[in-house]
């Protein structure tokens, strides 16, 4: 989608629509923390216990902050970020008051927000009030239930919406068209293009007329604009192969529905969907985003490998990152010298790749783990798995009804 380059960021502001997004009503602009004490002014109860509160305040954040990362409204034509109409978005009243605790915990808490583990795009973290309306999300009256039974925000959170780890201190600053401002074409290079390259092979499974673009390599060649030719032509664009305005917003629109990011059950938008193209040589001394592409393959292929050692996802290419690289070369029988050359990274991401489409994207084989997360925005979150260190090879006996793991005794029923 249009934001695959970016952390998702905190508006300074954000524009609602004062009622259902066809309906001829009035936008206002407010500050974005003003917008979310208003919802939770209006949605729910001030003497609540304040890990409810909390909980449903990060969960009014996040829904917010992904209407505005997946532009949902403004790729479809509309000049605002939300709706004010309950059928659509969330309550919020224009001009009503605060309540005083209700505005403290917003002031602390507007620029954090809740994602899935691997996951980039804010979560679509849908709630009803749990009596007269049910869905699934969070249940408001419910979630204070749990908080009264003793149970803190973050176990709150994860008894509606699963494995969720909170993204604190965002980044905060003005909304910005996600489009670049001038047309994308032929010639053009950079992450506008890896953006492009990345939407249409997504969309391209779901509309196989599209041909697929073999690297997101950031470079607008002939492949790049006889896919984009071809999408224009299945959705009744002009099909001149350039991503000028209309295009860009189809392709954010078709993206952001293929892959349900604006849905509590997202496919999700992940980090390294963006371009694992080879960045050049990595050695000791590089910092910056390759490297932490770098690391976050490593920490995987390091769950799964035990010669591999574990590695910091920081983007400082230092001694631990050598070593694992050094690992890593050893392992599969490559010079070991510590430098990530073509040949070194093709292999860590062959290896992370097969993991990760095979293993880690199972929730049946590998459920997510019971650790509480709090990470920093725009770092990646380290995986967290149930692992066990009888999982690698067969144990030497069959296994049927009655046997028992050795380790953690439980029976196979």
């Known amino acids: 989608m249009a934001n695959l380059t970016t952390i998702p960021y905190v508006p300074q502001t954000i524009t609602v629509h ?18 979310v004490k208003n919802v939770a002014s209006s949605e729910i109860y001030p003497t609540w216990q304040e890990s409810a509160l909390t909980a449903n305040i990060l969960a009014i954040t996040s829904y917010a902050l992904n209407r505005v990362y997946t532009e949902f409204y403004r790729s479809r034509g509309y000049d605002f970020d939300i709706t004010n109409s309950t059928a659509y978005d969330q309550a919020f009243v224009n001009g009503r008051s605060f309540f005083d605790n209700v505005s ?11 994602r899935r583990p691997g996951f980039v795009e804010p979560l679509a ?19 204070q239930n749990l908080a009264l039974q003793g149970q803190n925000s973050v176990q709150i959170l994860r008894q509606y919406y699963g494995d969720v780890e909170i993204v604190t201190n965002a980044p905060i600053r003005d909304i910005s068209s996600s489009y670049p401002g001038t047309p994308v074409q032929v010639g053009s290079t950079g992450p506008n293009v890896v953006v492009i390259q990345a939407e249409l092979n997504r969309i391209s499974q779901n509309y196989p007329a599209i041909p697929k673009i073999p690297v997101a390599d950031g470079i607008f060649g002939s492949q790049t604009e006889a896919a984009v030719k071809a999408f224009q032509q299945i959705f009744n664009l002009t099909p001149d192969g350039i991503v000028g305005k209309a295009t860009w917003y189809a392709l954010v629109r078709l993206y952001t529905g293929v892959t349900a990011l604006s849905e509590l059950r997202s496919e999700g938008q992940q980090f390294y969907a963006i371009n ?26 390091s769950a799964y490998i035990p ?17 694992a690289v050094e690992a890593v070369q050893r392992y599969f029988g490559l010079t070991v010298d510590g430098i990530v050359g073509r040949q070194t990274w093709d292999v860590i991401y062959d290896q992370f ?61």
């Open 125 to 143: 973290a849908k709630f009803c009030n749990g009596t007269t309306v049910t869905c699934e999300g969070l249940s408001q009256w419910g979630s």
């Open 353 to 413: 790749s097969g993991i990760e489409t095979t293993s880690l994207r199972n929730e049946i084989a590998f459920p997510s783990g019971d650790g509480n997360a709090s990470v920093t925005a725009g770092a990646f979150s380290q995986p967290r798995y149930n692992r066990s260190t009888s999982m690698q090879q067969f144990p030497g006996m069959d296994l049927r009804l009655g046997s028992q793991d050795p380790i953690s005794q439980e029976v196979i029923r």
């Open 18 to 35: 004062l009622g259902a997004p066809d309906a001829y009503a009035a936008n206002v602009t407010v500050r974005f923390s003003d917008y």
């Open 276 to 301: 694992w193209a080879y960045p050049n040589s990595l050695r000791q001394g590089n910092t910056g985003e390759k490297v932490r592409h770098l690391q976050y393959m490593l920490s995987i292929l």
């Open 307 to 323: 010669q591999i050692p574990r590695v910091a996802v920081d983007g400082i290419f230092g001694p631990s990152t050598r070593q």
């Open 104 to 114: 403290q915990l917003v002031d602390d808490l507007f620029n954090n927000y809740l």
